[in-house]
């Protein structure tokens, strides 16, 4: 019983109520107020006497057990920890009764936190940036302008809402909520924040933040214009989204705010124009001028494609091309495997 109405209990009874009479007034049952004033007269304690009420089905060795379990696997639930338990102790016990030694330890089943998940890589990188940054000072900090993006949802909450309802008021129109397709619309919003001032916001309301409008409206209108207000060290602090990593983006943090298609025209310009031979001996005059070297047509003609392939009429049409001086004598047959005749003359 509470100290409090045992307390009120005392004083009723004190001045001359009955235990009737003082259980009637508090609204307790009078057998319960008879046993605790009792056990107050005999032990001079509110408190039930050590060794009363139903014993515990677990002994101290059990509820280590379902203590450690449940926290070397955190997401297991009540009824798997009871299994466990049963496989290793041979004690059977409900779930009811894993949830309440969990309790006694301050272990209450509650919903996860959601965070990004992180690879091996990403846990590296952020130490590494950890470290890099931990020894900066409040100067080297305020050359840095923090940027974000947010989406806020018009209708709906971004997280589960809950409501107060009793037993079979699941479908009464007061617990229920009206939901709009895709949320009713939503606003996306983008801010920056340095060490002595913050830029406008900037609102992307029935648009999609892609690289392009993350350049036009973002960087050109905000960022570019904010960088001379901070100083020749300005730093850009942006998370990896896929608008701020695209490839269109240009790198302010190593390119002092370059943009790219400048690069890309100063590239173009250096490249070189590639030369265009009309024909073998044109080849021959640029690569052989003095004619040092002697390479033979078919080299020539795995460099340069030909727009039209030569026909030969006949063998000997082919022996005068391929052997104008008669250096070689090359039989017949070889030539019939270059090119096929359309009649057999041999």
Not at 302 to 310: D, E, N
Request: glycine share 4%; charged share 30%; net charge positive.
């Amino acid at each position: 019983m509470d100290p409090l109405v045992l307390g009120r209990a005392l004083a009723l009874v004190d001045n001359g109520s009955s235990q009737r009479e003082a259980a009637r007034t508090l609204g307790i049952a009078a057998s319960t107020l008879n046993d605790a004033i009792r056990r107050y007269n005999e032990t001079g304690s509110h408190e039930r006497r050590p060794g009363q009420g139903r014993k515990r089905c677990t002994t101290t060795q059990d509820d280590r057990f379902i203590v450690s379990s449940a926290l070397r696997d955190r997401f297991s639930n009540a009824p798997v920890v009871a299994r466990r338990l049963y496989d290793a102790r041979q004690v059977n016990v409900s779930r009811q009764t894993v949830l309440r030694r969990l309790s006694e330890h301050d272990i209450r089943p509650l919903r996860p936190n959601k965070v990004p998940q992180l690879k091996p890589a990403h846990k590296r990188k952020r130490l590494s940036f950890a470290r890099n940054y931990a020894n900066w000072t409040v100067e080297q900090w305020s050359d840095v302008l923090w940027t974000d993006e947010t989406r806020v949802s018009l209708r709906d909450p971004d997280g589960r809402q809950r409501v107060f309802r009793r037993p079979n008021e699941r479908y009464a129109p007061c617990t229920q909520v009206g939901t709009v397709q895709y949320g009713g619309g939503s606003i996306m919003v983008w801010g920056g924040v340095s060490y002595e001032a913050k830029t406008d916001l900037v609102f992307f309301q029935n648009r999609r933040l892609n690289a392009d409008l993350y350049i036009t409206d973002v960087l050109e209108d905000h960022v570019v214009p904010f960088a001379p207000f901070i100083g020749a060290n300005f730093k850009l602090m942006q998370d990896n989204a896929r608008p701020h990593v695209a490839r269109v983006i240009p790198d302010f943090k190593y390119k002092k705010l370059i943009p790219l298609e400048e690069e890309k025209k100063k590239k173009k310009k250096k490249k070189k124009k590639k030369k265009k031979y009309e024909d073998i001996i044109h080849l021959k005059q640029v690569c052989l001028p003095d004619n040092q070297f002697q390479i033979p047509d078919f080299k020539y003609k795995k460099l340069i494609p030909l727009k039209k392939k030569k026909k030969y009429e006949d063998i000997i049409h082919l022996k005068q091309v391929c052997l104008p001086d008669n250096q070689f004598q090359i039989p017949d047959f070889k030539y019939k495997k270059l090119i096929p005749l359309k009649k057999k003359e041999i």
